[in-house]
């Protein structure tokens, strides 16, 4: 009973830090409902001895009005109570959505990108929307239900000891059926987590605009949904594995609560005597299933709720130092060396011994096949990838991303990746969330557009700056990929970086727009220091040092005449571009 105890504790928690107005009240009318079945039992004890010895319908009438008023009152208050539950579990949905939210801004891209932890916030994140907030009302109700069997049996006690002690009794079983549902339930999520996580992942590409689009062309559609598909048989069919014995401990449970309820009844009527006052029992008893029931089922959906509390706990035990976004203003130099990287599960090193140095105003390339490393030793610079002690060393100005923290660490780089973020939002959203600048006026933002390429296009908007983007947004306008990949660039003209780190920034843009792009880039270098990832031949020309990557190894370095004139391996990866 741990596990849901802390549950409730911790649901209360956040429901007073979201809306400790409106908790303040629904306790208060919610004390009031759980004291409706003893006022009635109460009520009708007086009403029945008062009928015992009535002549006339006036010396009822004061526990007949009492019930009355009862009665009319129930309700109300019920609704009031309802009401407040309900808006204390929204303001709960919103401080959870946003703890999620917090976490996940802290997480480092390393992690991020596991397998694991992606599973965890996908888990954490659908428990706080879908799931928790909603376990607040019924925490409520619970504690309503609780201090309303309390009343009974106190109430009970005063007229039969022993039925009370035997109520009392009956909630024995429904305490053990919520251990065992609680241990099958655990069982049965910690087995269809990653089935969930999977079938969400499927589900994603058969909704999402642009795999669709490439699934339907592909008739590979069908194919995906046969996977969503068979990941639901296989969750549904674990779950059924909990239905039987659930049901089994269930009936068990209500023959056990029934049997000592009944004896509550029993030792009732044999412990009084058969006059109003054992009515008022037998009506005292009554009311107590009542509420015993309702706790039974308050209980058993808090231990259902056990589950997504563990996994919004995993989510939020994945929290770092909070980040606190910073652009470094200027870099001398960046010294890579003997950098290396096997990703798990691999036999062989995706980067084998990278060494360079990059300076103020240079501009160099690395090149290669696919598969060749160039991501991989980006990634590693960046802080993408976690160093190990013997994977080399990345120096910005003499200094590591130990020395600087990662915020430090990340405010010297702007990277412009071939999944460039495609953020449906305003232009002028969209351009500011490289920055932390607040004061960015919309001079600088043009300037960024023009550099990008992209300025024509947003003066042809309606809004321009403000103009929504995303075709699925009301008064949005759709992009293509490479307007798309325009305003990334943009986004990183607006960060102003020292360090560039541009991973195939035109690919998805056409040649003349493409070499004007180009040209801005060698035209401004000097303020900065650029690595680019490109394998269009024309745009290495006037690098300063060209790295050729293959297998994870250098193979080759120099300029672009030089390596092309020895016929090596860049030769051959640019045969057909420079013949």
Same mark, same amino acid.
């Given at each position: 009973?741990?596990?849901?105890?802390?549950?409730?504790?911790?649901?209360?928690?956040?429901?007073?830090?979201?809306?400790?107005?409106?908790?303040?009240?629904?306790?208060? !009318? +919610? &004390?009031?409902?759980?004291? #409706?079945?003893? =006022?009635? $039992? %109460? /009520?009708?004890?007086?009403?029945?001895? @008062?009928? *015992?010895?009535?002549?006339?319908?006036?010396?009822?009438?004061?526990?007949?009005?009492?019930?009355?008023?009862?009665?009319?009152?129930?309700?109300?208050?019920?609704?009031?109570?309802?009401?407040?539950?309900?808006?204390?579990?929204?303001?709960?949905?919103?401080?959870?959505?946003?703890?999620?939210?917090?976490?996940?801004?802290?997480?480092?891209?390393?992690?991020?990108?596991?397998?694991?932890?992606?599973?965890?916030?996908?888990?954490?994140?659908?428990?706080?929307?879908?799931?928790?907030?909603?376990?607040?009302?019924?925490? !409520? +109700? &619970?504690?309503?239900?609780? #201090?309303?069997? =309390?009343? $009974? %049996? /106190?109430?009970?006690?005063?007229?039969? @000891?022993? *039925?009370?002690?035997?109520?009392?009794?009956?909630?024995?079983?429904?305490?053990?059926?919520?251990?065992?549902?609680?241990?099958?339930?655990?069982?049965?999520?910690?087995?269809?987590?990653?089935?969930?996580?999977?079938?969400?992942?499927?589900?994603?590409?058969?909704?999402?605009?642009?795999?669709?689009?490439?699934?339907?062309?592909?008739?590979?559609?069908?194919?995906?949904?046969?996977?969503?598909?068979?990941?639901?048989?296989?969750?549904?069919?674990?779950?059924?594995?909990?239905?039987?014995?659930?049901?089994?401990?269930?009936?068990?449970?209500?023959?056990?609560?029934?049997?000592?309820?009944?004896?509550? /009844?029993?030792?009732?009527?044999?412990?009084?005597?058969?006059?109003?006052?054992?009515?008022?029992?037998?009506?005292?008893?009554?009311?107590?299933?009542?509420?015993?029931?309702?706790?039974?089922?308050?209980?058993?959906?808090?231990?259902?709720?056990?589950?997504?509390?563990?996994?919004?706990?995993?989510?939020?035990?994945?929290?770092?130092?909070?980040?606190?976004?910073?652009?470094?203003?200027?870099?001398?130099?960046?010294?890579?060396?003997?950098?290396?990287?096997?990703?798990?599960?691999?036999?062989?090193?995706?980067?084998?011994?990278?060494?360079?140095?990059?300076?103020?105003?240079?501009?160099?390339?690395?090149?290669?096949?696919?598969?060749?490393?160039?991501?991989?030793?980006?990634?590693?610079?960046?802080?993408?990838?976690?160093?190990?002690?013997?994977?080399?060393?990345?120096?910005?100005?003499?200094?590591?991303?130990?020395?600087?923290?990662?915020?430090?660490?990340?405010?010297?780089?702007?990277?412009?990746?071939?999944?460039?973020?495609?953020?449906?939002?305003?232009?002028?959203?969209?351009?500011?969330?490289?920055?932390?600048?607040?004061?960015?006026?919309?001079?600088?933002?043009?300037?960024?557009?023009?550099?990008?390429?992209?300025?024509?296009?947003?003066?042809?908007?309606?809004?321009?700056l403000d103009q929504q983007l995303g075709n699925q947004w009301d008064g949005g306008t759709g992009l293509s990929g490479g307007q798309w990949q325009r305003l990334s660039l943009a986004r990183i003209y607006v960060r102003n970086p020292p360090i560039w780190i541009l991973d195939e920034p035109t690919s998805a843009i056409d040649a003349e727009a493409e070499q004007e792009i180009f040209r801005r880039l060698q035209a401004t270098k000097d303020s900065r220091l650029t690595i680019v990832i490109s394998h269009r031949a024309w745009t290495l020309r006037g690098m300063d040092e060209i790295i050729v990557l293959d297998e994870g190894h250098v193979v080759e370095r120099g300029r672009f005449d030089e390596l092309l004139s020895t016929g090596g391996r860049f030769a051959e990866i640019f045969a057909e571009q420079?013949?």
């Amino acid at each position: 009973m741990l596990k849901p105890l802390r549950l409730g504790i911790w649901l209360l928690g956040v429901a007073w830090r979201s809306a400790p107005g409106n908790v303040l009240a629904a306790a208060l !009318v +919610s &004390l009031l409902v759980a004291a #409706v079945p003893s =006022v009635q $039992v %109460i /009520l009708m004890a007086r009403f029945v001895e @008062a009928l *015992a010895d009535a002549a006339r319908f006036a010396d009822v009438l004061g526990p007949f009005i009492g019930l009355v008023l009862l009665i009319a009152i129930s309700s109300p208050l019920e609704a009031v109570a309802r009401t407040f539950r309900h808006l204390a579990t929204d303001r709960v949905r919103m401080t959870l959505i946003s703890e999620v939210a917090d976490v996940v801004a802290t997480i480092s891209p390393s992690r991020i990108a596991t397998p694991e932890v992606a599973a965890a916030i996908e888990k954490g994140n659908a428990a706080a929307q879908n799931q928790l907030p909603y376990k607040y009302p019924q925490t !409520v +109700s &619970l504690i309503s239900s609780v #201090v309303a069997v =309390v009343g $009974v %049996i /106190l109430t009970l006690w005063t007229m039969s @000891a022993p *039925a009370a002690v035997l109520v009392l009794a009956s909630l024995v079983p429904i305490l053990l059926l919520s251990q065992r549902v609680q241990r099958i339930n655990s069982a049965m999520w910690d087995d269809i987590g990653p089935l969930l996580w999977r079938e969400r992942y499927l589900h994603g590409h058969l909704v999402g605009a642009a795999s669709a689009r490439e699934l339907s062309s592909l008739g590979g559609a069908g194919r995906i949904g046969a996977l969503v598909k068979e990941a639901n048989r296989r969750i549904t069919a674990r779950k059924s594995q909990t239905y039987l014995p659930v049901l089994g401990w269930s009936i068990g449970t209500g023959l056990g609560t029934s049997a000592l309820l009944a004896a509550a /009844l029993a030792a009732l009527v044999v412990g009084v005597s058969y006059g109003p006052e054992a009515a008022g029992g037998v009506y005292g008893v009554i009311a107590a299933m009542g509420v015993v029931a309702m706790f039974g089922t308050n209980l058993g959906l808090i231990v259902e709720g056990v589950a997504p509390y563990e996994r919004f706990m995993a989510l939020a035990g994945l929290r770092e130092e909070e980040s606190r976004p910073m652009v470094q203003p200027e870099v001398g130099e960046l010294i890579v060396h003997d950098l290396r990287h096997t990703y798990p599960r691999r036999a062989e090193p995706a980067l084998a011994g990278l060494d360079l140095t990059v300076r103020q105003g240079q501009i160099i390339a690395l090149v290669g096949t696919n598969g060749a490393g160039k991501t991989t030793a980006v990634d590693a610079i960046v802080g993408n990838i976690e160093l190990g002690h013997d994977s080399g060393s990345v120096h910005v100005d003499g200094r590591t991303r130990a020395d600087l923290g990662r915020d430090g660490w990340a405010g010297y780089f702007g990277l412009l990746t071939q999944e460039f973020g495609r953020y449906e939002l305003t232009v002028r959203q969209s351009l500011l969330l490289g920055t932390p600048r607040s004061d960015v006026p919309d001079e600088e933002l043009w300037e960024a557009l023009e550099s990008a390429g992209a300025a024509r296009l947003v003066r042809g908007f309606e809004h321009g700056l403000d103009q929504q983007l995303g075709n699925q947004w009301d008064g949005g306008t759709g992009l293509s990929g490479g307007q798309w990949q325009r305003l990334s660039l943009a986004r990183i003209y607006v960060r102003n970086p020292p360090i560039w780190i541009l991973d195939e920034p035109t690919s998805a843009i056409d040649a003349e727009a493409e070499q004007e792009i180009f040209r801005r880039l060698q035209a401004t270098k000097d303020s900065r220091l650029t690595i680019v990832i490109s394998h269009r031949a024309w745009t290495l020309r006037g690098m300063d040092e060209i790295i050729v990557l293959d297998e994870g190894h250098v193979v080759e370095r120099g300029r672009f005449d030089e390596l092309l004139s020895t016929g090596g391996r860049f030769a051959e990866i640019f045969a057909e571009q420079t013949a």
